[in-house]
Every structure is written in C-alpha cells, then in structure tokens.
C-alpha cells in the first residue's frame, strides 16, 4: 500500500517566531508517534508567503490579537483558514487538542467566534458618517455620531467596526473616531445592521 500523502501545518507568529517553533517543537513528535501523514513549519509573519500558506492544510496563527488585521491583510486568500488560538490557553494544550482532533477524537474551537455586532435602537435617528482631518496634521478620521447608544452599546460598536476595518479607534464625545477613510465600509456595516445612515462633510 502507497504511503499516504503528507498534509502540512504552518504556524504562524510575530517574529521572531518563538511561540511557533515551540509549537511545532511539539507537534512533531506527537503526530509521528500517532502515525499521522503530517509536517509542521513555524513561520513569521514577514517570512511567510502567499503561496506557502495556500498549499497548508491547515494554518494557525499563535500572534497577538493585535496582529490579527495585518495577517489577514497579508494573507488575504487564507484569511477564512487562519485559526487564531487565544493567549488565554497554553500552547502545550493547544497542540494535544490539535492532536486529539486530527486522530478524529478531539474537537475545533480553535478562533473564537468575534463579538455580534451590537443591535440597533429601538428608536433610531439617522446615524452620521463624515470625515474629519483638521488639527490631526493629515491624519483623518472616519466619524460616526448620531447613533443613540448607551456608552457601553457604543464601545461595542466601535470595537466591531474597528476590527472591520483593521485599524484603530476610540470612542469621544458621543462619537466613534476609526483611523482613516473607512466612510464606505462603515456606511455598509451600519446599513446591514438596521442603521438609516447619511453621509456628513466631506
């Protein structure tokens, strides 16, 4: 009988990729002990290439949250693939879930699912999107006011859209302010969830 063909792991991670070797490190004996046709490589972020992470069988990304928007703008045909395993679990654990799952006894809850976005008011104005650059030396901000949010609603929000746009934020003054011209896709976000949108200034 034909050996079965290998599948391959890559592990992604900021560099230097420390956490993924470490995985790998792991994985390795495991998978050889289990008789499993699989390979693993720990890649960084900046070492990685496109045609490496479509030809994976399966990729895992052990970054820092906050690396998140800029795998996903780095690797954008994989992004549906990437799982993403928290910092609140041991990589140790990780890798024997891993393990467990590949043999067909374990289970997937590898990314958790992101935050829904918050529902709309009850009662709702018309929520405004505008560009603001002036006092912030060229840097604009996509603004979005007008939405009759509680403070925690409105901290949700900004965190959604925030991560729909890969890019930072904050909430101030009644208004969330999203780094950068996003008029468009945060127009789109607010409309699929039920907000009446205009477009304010320029």
Same mark, same amino acid.
């Given at each position: 009988?034909?050996?079965?063909?290998?599948?391959?792991?890559?592990?992604?991670?900021?560099?230097?990729?420390?956490?993924?070797?470490?995985? %790998?490190?792991?994985?390795? =004996?495991? /998978?050889?002990?289990?008789?499993?046709? $699989?390979? &693993? @490589?720990?890649?960084?972020? +900046?070492?990685?290439?496109?045609?490496?992470?479509?030809?994976?069988?399966?990729?895992?990304?052990?970054?820092?949250?906050?690396?998140?928007?800029? %795998?996903?703008?780095?690797? =954008?045909? /994989?992004?549906?693939?990437?799982?993403? $395993?928290? &910092? @609140?679990?041991?990589?140790? +654990?990780r890798v024997n879930i891993l393990a467990a799952e590949?043999?067909?006894?374990?289970?997937?809850?590898?990314?958790?699912?992101?935050?829904?976005?918050?529902?709309?008011?009850?009662?709702?104005?018309?929520?405004?999107?505008?560009?603001?650059? &002036?006092?912030?030396?060229?840097?604009?901000?996509?603004?979005?006011?007008?939405?009759?949010?509680?403070?925690?609603?409105?901290?949700?929000?900004?965190?959604?859209?925030?991560?729909?746009?890969?890019?930072?934020?904050?909430?101030?003054?009644?208004?969330?302010?999203?780094?950068?011209?996003?008029?468009?896709?945060?127009?789109?976000?607010?409309?699929?969830?039920?907000?009446?949108?205009?477009?304010?200034?320029?």
């Amino acid at each position: 009988m034909p050996p079965k063909p290998k599948k391959s792991l890559v592990v992604l991670d900021s560099s230097p990729p420390q956490r993924a070797e470490y995985a %790998v490190k792991l994985f390795a =004996p495991i /998978v050889a002990k289990m008789g499993l046709p $699989w390979t &693993a @490589t720990a890649r960084a972020m +900046d070492d990685a290439t496109p045609a490496e992470m479509e030809a994976a069988t399966r990729i895992v990304c052990v970054c820092p949250s906050e690396f998140r928007p800029l %795998v996903e703008s780095q690797f =954008p045909t /994989v992004t549906e693939r990437i799982e993403y $395993w928290p &910092a @609140t679990m041991e990589i140790d +654990d990780r890798v024997n879930i891993l393990a467990a799952e590949l043999m067909g006894g374990g289970f997937r809850e590898i990314s958790p699912p992101p935050p829904p976005p918050p529902a709309a008011a009850k009662k709702l104005g018309t929520a405004k999107v505008g560009r603001e650059t &002036a006092g912030r030396k060229g840097k604009g901000v996509t603004v979005v006011w007008e939405l009759g949010l509680t403070a925690a609603a409105m901290q949700e929000l900004a965190t959604s859209l925030k991560q729909k746009c890969g890019t930072g934020g904050t909430v101030k003054d009644d208004r969330i302010e999203i780094q950068g011209d996003h008029r468009d896709r945060i127009v789109a976000e607010l409309e699929k969830m039920g907000y009446k949108v205009k477009r304010a200034g320029g």
